[in-house]
């Protein structure tokens, strides 16, 4: 009997008819096997994974297939997304047997969850064997599946302990993370690497902060070259905004279709951020289209933000996105249709397959001329007009807590940025003013669905759709993130309550998380025991929890100047310095974190009636130094401590600049407030 019917993650309701006998993860399935004296499959994968939907279309929807599961083993589907503490564990036992890892995963571990085969695709003729074989070795070779099973959970259990070297993470540190960013450059192309080639947001957030701290030309180059060279591949939706997942060569040209919250979010927050410091008009467009498409594409009214598109539409990767120049004429005209294929470099050879080619920005538009703008902004609409009308990717509706957590922080930064560059004379001025008015909205209901319907008796829930939250527990990256994005929504808004639900997210992290030495597990000390308790420190597609969470007690204790929730932060990050010495690639959020720290970060109060217009504000926002936080607003407002005891000067709006809860004299000046941020 299949038991995924009333499952509410997307991806397990994928395989509610499939003819295996799936259990979802629970302590009844390994009882089940237990009493059946069978091993356990356990397939773990994700909604909008191309390989996943192969394998069960392949396997899993095969009646041949499903026999020899069902007979053999009691079989176990997991959504990574929705339990991302079971993927870690069996993705490190994946990654030390076979030396690499991927979704789906594919795990046969024993009845007490005891991995001792690992891997991740199979075609069904080698899955159909290995199936034969695993069931054989379980029945006469038991007790060498049993050894090996112990070995891996020893190794595993290596790969994740706590309580290793600690050091104080220096600027000296920050600048060799720097030169190992600069040394794997890919100065033809952008990014890092070959191909396959992910977005580095993290690390591209670092550099940025890196360039503030020590005016590294080197630094910011590396940023805007990567920031265009993506802006304008095949990665990036030409036409409606946002990013794939990576890029399959290693020039951003064709993508692998999907598109994740988390990498629009963490993209949106560094172009933002680079329009912030440059003024950039590329970077403006960027971030801009990127939250049109979160707030168009991901955003659920009432809710928060979906998890992804699919990387297929209707069984084929692609469909919805590549182009032919015949196609385009069709949709454009004769001298329009040829004008854009030779704009978006879709060519009769085809850059991606059958003869068809994702759209890429073959020259600069941001700064032509206005007739050629003009003409690109009707060619884009209308191909989009067309575009459509073809079939569409699904979408995972599920609501990640940690991924809205991203969203709303990037959505918060981007907001202040435009207003800091509002202008009625620009081009766009409307257009920008609708996403922001989008935008807006889509990250308040975020954060009140996070706070309504995902925090449950104080404690952080992992994922919920339709409204109803589910019930796998928050892992750290969920309370960082999270309580991150409550403190980004108390600086915008100027609202006591976000900051006192991010005090209590912090404070069950401190005291549900924390390991010995500094650093901090994934999971919390009264959540379901794994084979081994997960606790990575390196950034990844997202954040770590430690990283994610060592950003929210710093903007925290910032914000409130409680040094406690600091010392644990500097604690935390003093655990994953020895790494970004060594791996700064893989450390992005935590050097990021880290500049924050080495430069306060600065604590920027502007007393005033304006919140929004303020000049002072304005120079605040603009000139801020890495992760400062800013707030702005009446004197003494309840529940807001950077505006207690702070009144305006001579009825005048002021600012009133700390720094490491060290405070300079109020200004009421532009002028005098920036000299104090420089």
């Not at 206005?370 to 209308?382: C, N, S």
């Not at 998380?513 to 959540?527: E, L």
């Not at 929210?552 to 500097?570: C, N």
Request: proline share 5%; charged share 25%.
């Amino acid at each position: 009997m299949n038991r995924l019917a009333d499952a509410t993650s997307p991806y397990l309701l994928q395989h509610a008819d499939n003819p295996v006998d799936w259990w979802p993860w629970s302590a009844e399935a390994f009882a089940e096997a237990k009493r059946r004296d069978v091993p356990v499959l356990i397939s773990v994968g994700y909604a909008a994974c191309h390989w996943c939907h192969v394998m069960a279309h392949e396997s899993f929807e095969n009646e041949q297939v499903g026999a020899l599961v069902n007979d053999d083993f009691v079989a176990i589907k997991v959504d990574r997304e929705e339990r991302p503490d079971v993927d870690a564990v069996y993705m490190t036992a994946t990654q030390a047997m076979t030396g690499q890892g991927g979704w789906p995963m594919t795990v046969f571990a024993t009845p007490d969850g005891t991995p001792f085969f690992c891997g991740t695709y199979f075609p069904r003729a080698n899955f159909v064997r290995l199936l034969e074989s695993v069931a054989a070795a379980w029945r006469d070779q038991r007790e060498a599946v049993l050894r090996q099973g112990a070995a891996v959970v020893e190794a595993i259990g290596g790969a994740q302990a706590v309580g290793g070297p600690t050091a104080p993470l220096t600027a000296e540190l920050l600048d060799s993370a720097a030169d190992q960013l600069s040394r794997e450059y890919d100065a033809t192309n952008g990014g890092f690497g070959g191909a396959p080639k992910f977005p580095p947001h993290m690390n591209l957030l670092f550099l940025l902060r890196h360039h503030q701290r020590t005016g590294s030309a080197r630094s910011l180059e590396i940023a805007r070259h990567t920031a265009e060279a993506m802006a304008r591949g095949g990665i990036h939706d030409q036409l409606a905004g946002g990013f794939a997942r990576y890029s399959v060569d290693a020039h951003w040209t064709v993508p692998h279709f999907e598109k994740m919250l988390y990498d629009n979010a963490l993209l949106l927050r560094f172009y933002a951020q680079l329009w912030r410091l440059t003024g950039d008009r590329m970077a403006r467009r960027v971030a801009r289209d990127t939250a049109r498409f979160l707030a168009d594409e991901l955003h659920r009214a009432g809710e928060g933000f979906a998890s992804a598109l699919d990387a297929d539409t209707e069984g084929v990767e692609g469909l919805t996105y590549a182009w032919t120049p015949a196609q385009l004429v069709a949709a454009l005209g004769e001298e329009d249709g040829r004008w854009a294929a030779d704009l978006f470099e879709v060519t009769e050879e085809g850059t991606f397959e059958h003869g068809t080619s994702v759209l890429r920005l073959a020259r600069d538009v941001d700064d032509a001329d206005p007739e050629i703008k003009a003409r690109w902004r009707d060619v884009v609409g209308r191909l989009l007009v067309a575009r459509d009308t073809r079939p569409q990717p699904a979408r995972d509706d599920k609501v990640v807590a940690a991924w809205n957590g991203l969203a709303i922080t990037a959505i918060a930064e981007f907001l202040r940025v435009a207003a800091l560059y509002a202008s009625p004379d620009d081009e766009d001025a409307n257009l920008m003013e609708g996403v922001t008015i989008v935008a807006d909205g889509a990250m308040r209901d975020a954060a009140e669905h996070l706070a309504a319907v995902h925090i449950v008796d104080g404690r952080l829930r992992r994922a919920s759709r339709d409204k109803v939250v589910g019930e796998p527990a928050g892992v750290l990256e969920d309370y960082g993130c999270v309580a991150e994005a409550f403190c980004a929504m108390h600086q915008l808004t100027g609202e006591g309550r976000w900051l006192a639900l991010a005090g209590g997210l912090l404070d069950v992290a401190l005291a549900r998380f924390a390991a010995p030495g500094g650093g901090f597990y994934d999971t919390a000390d009264d959540a379901e025991q794994l084979v081994a308790r997960p606790a990575d420190p390196t950034d990844n597609a997202t954040p770590s929890g430690r990283s994610a969470i060592v950003a929210a007690l710093v903007a925290y204790a910032a914000l409130t100047g409680e040094s406690r929730y600091r010392e644990a932060a500097e604690a935390a990050l003093a655990t994953v310095a020895p790494i970004v010495g060594r791996h700064a690639r893989f450390t992005g959020y935590a050097a990021t974190v880290g500049e924050a720290l080495l430069s306060g970060p600065y604590e920027i109060a502007v007393a005033t009636d304006d919140a929004v217009g303020d000049p002072l504000v304005a120079a605040a926002v603009r000139h801020a130094p890495p992760g400062a936080v800013v707030v702005a607003g009446r004197p003494d407002q309840p529940g807001v401590p950077l505006l207690a005891d702070r009144p305006l000067v001579d009825g005048r709006p002021t600012a009133y600049v700390c720094r490491g809860f060290v405070c300079q004299r109020p200004v009421t000046s532009v002028d005098d407030l920036v000299a104090q941020l420089g």
